[in-house]
């Protein structure tokens, strides 16, 4: 219905490919699921169409697009490691400006495995002489990984809680909810530095102890071996985030849910017998979804954001892991001279922060039915008038 | 033979908050008893407030009483559990006044009447077929099946809701006003198959509504609700040719009929004021501050329900 109304530009055409591609992805994993979504598929084309209307949505989109591809292929397009100090090479490495050309020879150059040759350090290089590009791009992936690690847990606690607290209500709610109150009161940074400050030397015996899991967040991180323990103090960072990140999302889902289960299809779902984890999972969460992804998305920058914080205090990434806040934190005694080390891990973090929160308010406007409709008739009244 | 469905002085209080401790309570329902055969459709009649919802949730278990037993066929609805509850659950059913807000919105219909069948693991061979088959029941078919329930008109979803619940081959289901919300033509499909059901699956009904004409052709027993009580009981034919209690009187002179010279000569039984606050019921018979007869006993005390004539039962002192 939707190719009926709409004109479809470029973009369009580009989400709408998209869509079709997932949906026929889906049909050969589970013959039939296009047969069975194809109302769903046309609201999510016709989503896409309201999203696409709207330029701080697509800029916020591109800059969110562009960072988690730069996570992922970042390290391999690197220069040079994160750790690798130039002086080796040029003792006035150290803090060299933008535009620096370094040249690279002899046996040393072997020895540390990179290419002989003459390198432009684009972004100029930090206190200890290391290209500020390739730490920017692995400060990418450390930053995506975190984010994506504490936001696959943290909120889901959250969720889950005030999924039970707001469906049961009475003592159960009562409960929950001023243990949430306890979270609430302290400041969420302040109670993420004390974990962080605590956890590493658990973390680190852990690790010690299951070489298959050090392993795998090695290469998630882009680590070498070596750094097994400074390795520790970034999951602990992440335990930390767990912990300070689920008050928020409790409150609101049980907020949601009081509101949701007063529907009748909750009381209908009852009277057919369907199991409360069913009615929570099935009928609640579906139906407060939107809000939730919106939280989510906005929250993506936040726990970046909170992330460069806690490293920039000194508590999160421990040298020589390449970490946004981090690196600020290491330029910092240098500015405003060498202004470089400071600058462009600042703008990353910017630009990444900046995109989620373009994403996830133009998705406030995109999933609520009401103000995407008044988006559709703009458009049209637009091309009518 | 055994009712399938026994209530028993059933009561329901809901409390009422003050600031810090209970203020009062809300006598919903307030010691109701009556039986439902098997095969046949009880009405339940009465203004709104009366309480009729609140006792087909009883029933149903979906709220607990504050005192009183239901018998679902011959077991004790509040003490069932595991096993035998899930299987109440299957047997006894219900569907609600407003289709609109009865049906998960981001569910397919196909999703919608599968998931009783999942949860209750009843073995279908072919889904999609076993839910079209319905569909063509309840009289719609296989082009709605991948639809959502905003797609649908008010009627339609209310045939959805039927078929949700014939999914599960019940015996017995509470219809809480399932046609208040439609328009009077469709209406009057929902009606026809409702009967339709009930003749071919051998079906017991709880009809709750307020419309009488409704009530009077579905229903093969009638039982009229006032504050939480039962007033009058009896074959639905019975009492509406010969009603006995003031307020059933009132209640049935309230019907509308489609022929001026008719309602000319009927004589309107006039009921003043509003029902009286459930919280705080008058003394005596509860219906003496409205009625048009009273008595100095109904002040005082409060008549109970009983047999008249043969099956027909009524509340008052001065029916009898």
Redesign the interface.
């Known amino acids: 219905m939707s190719e009926e109304v709409y004109e479809k530009k470029l973009l369009d055409k580009f989400s709408d490919a998209v869509i079709d591609a997932f949906a026929s992805l889906a049909d050969k994993i589970r013959p039939g699921w296009k ?5 769903r598929i046309d609201e999510w084309k016709l989503m896409a169409y309201a999203f696409n209307r709207s330029p701080p949505g697509i800029i916020g989109a591109v800059l969110i697009v562009s960072f988690i591809v730069l996570a992922i292929v970042g390290p391999y397009l690197a220069p040079f490691s994160y750790d690798l100090q130039l002086t080796f090479f040029d003792p006035d490495a150290k803090r060299a400006p933008p535009g620096t050309v370094i040249e690279i020879k002899g046996k040393l150059a072997e020895v540390l495995g990179v290419k002989p040759g003459n390198y432009t350090l684009i972004l100029g290089a930090d206190d200890q002489g290391r290209d500020l590009l390739s730490r920017l791009l692995y400060g990418a992936r450390t930053s995506l990984v975190i984010a994506i690690l504490v936001m696959a847990v943290g909120p889901w606690i959250g969720i889950i809680l005030g999924l039970i607290a707001g469906y049961y209500g009475g003592k159960i709610d009562e409960l929950i909810m001023r243990i949430t109150d306890v979270f609430l009161a302290f400041p969420g940074l302040i109670l993420a530095i004390a974990f962080s400050a605590v956890l590493p030397p658990r973390i680190s015996v852990f690790l010690d102890n299951h070489p298959d899991v050090r392993d795998f967040f090695l290469t998630l991180f882009a680590l070498k071996p070596q750094h097994a323990g400074p390795l520790a103090s970034l999951l602990a960072v992440v335990v930390a985030l767990w912990i300070v990140w689920w008050p928020g999302y409790a409150r609101l889902v049980r907020g949601m849910t009081l509101s949701e289960r007063e ?3 909750v ?9 409360t984890r ?1 009615i929570l999972l ?2 609640i969460l ?2 407060i979804l939107g809000p939730i992804l919106v939280y989510l998305t906005l929250d993506f920058g936040g726990v970046i954001l909170t992330e460069a914080g806690l490293s920039f205090l000194g508590l999160g990434a421990v040298p020589p892991i390449a970490d946004w806040g981090r690196i600020i934190y290491d330029g910092s005694n240098y500015f405003p001279k060498d202004w470089w080390t400071i600058l462009y891990p600042g703008l990353a973090i910017f630009l990444t922060v900046l995109g989620f929160n373009l994403v996830g308010d133009t998705l406030r406007d995109v999933l609520d039915p009401k103000t995407r409709r008044s988006i559709e008739f703009k458009v049209k009244k637009k091309r009518e008038g | 033979m055994m009712p399938l469905v026994e209530v028993r002085n059933l009561k329901k209080y809901f409390p009422v908050k003050g600031l810090l401790r209970v203020k009062g309570y809300v006598k919903a329902v307030d010691g109701v008893s009556f039986n439902i055969e098997r095969g046949t459709t009880l009405g339940l009649v009465g203004e709104s407030g009366s309480g009729k919802t609140t006792v087909g949730k009883l029933i ?1 278990r ?1 709220l607990e009483p504050t005192s009183g037993s239901v018998y679902y066929d011959g077991k004790d609805v509040f003490k069932l559990k595991g096993k035998e509850l ?1 299987e109440f ?2 047997k006894a ?2 569907v ?1 006044q ?1 289709p609109y ?6 569910m ?1 219909v ?1 999703q919608i009447i599968m ?2 069948v999942k ?2 693991k009843i073995k279908v061979s072919d889904p999609e077929s076993f839910v079209v088959k319905l569909l063509y029941r309840v009289g719609l078919n296989e082009t709605h099946l ?3 329930p905003h ?1 649908f008109s008010g009627g339609q979803r209310q045939r959805i ?1 039927i078929a ?2 014939l999914a ?1 081959r019940p015996e017995f289901i509470v219809l809480d006003e399932p046609t208040s919300a439609l328009d009077v033509s469709v209406q009057a499909q929902i009606l026809e198959l409702l009967k339709d059901l009930q003749r071919d699956f051998n079906l017991t009904y709880l009809f709750i509504s307020h419309d009488l004409g409704v009530v009077r052709y579905m229903s093969d027993y009638i039982a009229v609700m006032y504050l939480g009580k039962i007033v009058e009981y009896g074959p639905a034919e019975e009492v509406f040719e010969k009603p006995l209690h003031p307020y059933t009187q009132a209640l049935f002179s309230a019907i509308p009929i489609p022929d001026p010279v008719e309602t000319r000569r009927r004589k309107r039984i006039k009921v003043s004021g509003e029902p009286p606050s459930p919280i705080n019921p008058p003394p005596g018979c509860r219906f003496h501050p409205r009625c048009p007869i009273t008595k100095d006993v109904c002040r005082r005390e409060e008549p109970k329900l009983e047999e008249v004539e043969s099956g027909h039962y009524v509340a008052c002192w001065l029916a009898r």
């Open positions: 047969k069975r979504n194809k109302s529907n009748i299809y009381e209908a779902a009852r009277a057919l017998g369907v199991p069913w099935r009928h579906p139906n | 149903l979906l899930k659950r299957r059913q219900m609600f407003d807000s009865s049906l998960n919105p981001r397919t196909f998931e009783p949860v209750h991948y639809r959502y797609e809701a949700r619940v599960l």
